[in-house]
DNA sequence: ATAATAATTGAATATCTGTTCAGATAATCA
DNA sequence: TGATTATCTGAACAGATATTCAATTATTAT
């Protein structure tokens, strides 16, 4: 039975044609509160972009300042300090001042375990 | 002597202050191959999107049809269509067909671990 | 103080992205 | 066959985003 088609008023009022209500309501419990989701699909979308990703790919192996970052990425300072700033948003990196410099590093063993995963599934 | 200022000429030509070269350096021969790289920001990207993400949570637990997801994110079906190639294309579900209906699940185990790594990280 | 260096900030703009809408495919059933 | 259901597709538009530029803050050196 669980197959078969059920058409229905959903809670919302619009009757649309729900093949596995059970499913969709399953699904609706499972769901984790809005707050982490936001916060986890903006986690994603920090790493999502090229330069981002290749900033905290540098800071794996050793802390970084802003101006080694721009000539790494052969970007302005200002392009790099504007991704730096997200990237800390999301505390993904940290900042430490060193006199007139101020030192980047990932912020915890998590943001390094991330990039491994999505290095095995790319090379998969 | 690893802090001391080196003001030079990079490869491209450009003058700029450079404050740990042997840094920059390394940064750039550890880098992975710029494919891989944009193929791993494309796939964070692709799960930086709220309703992406909620659909491959959804997929954790069960296949479903693009009808199901639909319902439950409340959303039209083309939007989730739209989606649901953006995620196809990395690879992160697989469809099925039986009959009419198209049932996602998710690709391989990469993607589930890829979301507690990040929900690990959110909820530090 | 004044100058120089490192980094940040806000505004502007060109580009990218997600959804909607209308129409096209594909499979099932009368 | 024609009708219905499920899904996909391309164009278009509104909203988000990354970089540049100019100006600002913070620290150090003279």
Redesign the interface.
């Known amino acids: 039975m669980s197959s078969s088609r059920a058409s229905l008023f959903?809670d919302?009022g619009c009757r649309?044609?729900?093949?596995?209500m059970r499913?969709?309501e399953?699904?609706?419990r499972?769901?984790?509160a809005e707050r982490?989701?936001?916060?986890?699909?903006?986690?994603?979308?920090?790493?999502?972009?090229?330069n981002r990703?290749?900033i905290v790919?540098?800071l794996k192996?050793?802390e970084?300042?802003v101006?080694?970052l721009?000539?790494?990425l052969?970007l302005s300072e200002s392009a790099v300090s504007h991704q730096l700033r997200r990237l800390k948003d999301l505390?993904l990196v940290r900042k430490r001042r060193e006199g007139q410099?101020i030192y980047y590093a990932l912020d915890?063993d998590?943001?390094a375990?991330?990039?491994n995963?999505?290095?095995?599934?790319?090379?998969?």
């Open positions: 959903e919302d649309v044609g729900v093949v596995h499913r969709v399953e699904a609706r499972e769901t984790i982490d989701l936001e916060r986890l699909a903006l986690t994603y979308k920090v790493l999502g972009d090229p990703l290749k790919m540098a192996n050793v970084m300042c101006c080694d721009a000539a790494f052969r505390a410099r915890d998590h943001v375990e991330l990039l995963v999505g290095l095995e599934h790319v090379r998969e």
